[in-house]
């Protein structure tokens, strides 16, 4: 064999094992892509379901215990009737509720959410702004 032929070969070899190179960063490209998704995707129903838990333990909390939904009431309509006790407990109370609604708005922003589930807690926060103790704690 001649130095042509081995020359040749040579180039061949290295042209073959840049194309098997280049499909192989395709593949773990396309891979990582894929488990970027995957991930994605567990983050944002991790997020989701603390998010619902934290909810329900809320709400939970207005119906089973009526001594409380009382003052939630009370608080929601007429927060002026309040001892100074139950004043601190609202503004805590509330507090917790708003804080609640950034967290899942800015989860949203940074997409550790799915994109349609801000638009329902922005309409659960308005429902709350609409009742006047609400209102005016808020301003």
Same mark, same amino acid.
């Given at each position: ?66 001594? @409380? ?8 309509? *007429?927060?002026?009737? +309040? $001892?100074?006790?139950? !004043? %601190?407990?609202? &503004?805590? @109370? ?8 950034? *967290?899942?708005?800015? +989860? $949203?922003?940074?997409? !550790? %959410?799915?994109? &349609? ?23």
């Amino acid at each position: 064999m001649d130095l042509t032929a081995l020359t040749a070969y040579s180039t061949l070899a290295s042209a073959i094992g840049q194309g098997v190179a280049a499909v192989a960063v395709v593949i773990s490209l396309t891979y990582l892509a894929l488990q970027l998704r995957h991930n994605t995707r567990a983050v944002q129903a991790q997020t989701f379901i603390a998010i619902l838990a934290n909810n329900i333990s809320v709400a939970s909390a207005i119906f089973l215990h009526p001594e @409380f939904a009382e003052f939630v009431s009370t608080g929601a309509s *007429n927060p002026s009737s +309040q $001892s100074p006790r139950d !004043a %601190l407990r609202w &503004d805590v @109370f509330l507090r917790t509720m708003f804080r609640q609604f950034d *967290n899942v708005y800015h +989860q $949203s922003l940074a997409g !550790a %959410l799915e994109t &349609d589930v801000w638009p329902g807690y922005e309409q659960i926060m308005i429902t709350w702004l609409r009742y006047p103790g609400c209102f005016r704690w808020f301003e």
